[in-house]
């Protein structure tokens, strides 16, 4: 499964997976679609990034971002709101060590906050290789 810190691509497993309930796959569903609105991302670059192929693409960016922030991941400066992510993951993870490991790792600020969105994305897919990073 996806993880759930970071945007719609990544939380699709947890939908697919039925971890989330209906009312919150209705805003992932909501988000996205409105950020999609805002960056007119390419729906070949999205489904590319769904498959674990991340393009170097400011709209890709953007919409990471976007999500991010209507999730409540990111406040507008492009800061993590740690506590937040650290709830969620502790909700999946059921493991403190794993939950700090995952946010040590990937939660890290880049030079933009587009930037700290797409890499903390990439991270996360990369944590979970086989899409059950929590099992």
Known sequence: MKIIVVCVIS????????ILN???KAKIIEFDKECRKETNLDD???QKAKNGEYVDDPKLKKQFFCFNKKAGFQNESGDF?????KSK?????KDEQIT??????????KSTPEDTAFEAIKCFHQMSPEK???S
Request: net charge negative; hydrophobic share 50%.
């Open 22 to 24: 209906d009312e919150q």
């Open 44 to 46: 070949d670059v999205a």
């Open 11 to 18: 939380l699709m497993g947890l939908v697919q997976a039925g």
């Open 132 to 134: 059950d990073l929590l």
């Open 100 to 109: 700090n490991n995952l946010i040590n790792k990937c939660l890290v600020k």
């Open 81 to 85: 709101q740690v506590d937040f992510i």
């Open 89 to 93: 993951l502790n909700d999946i993870t």
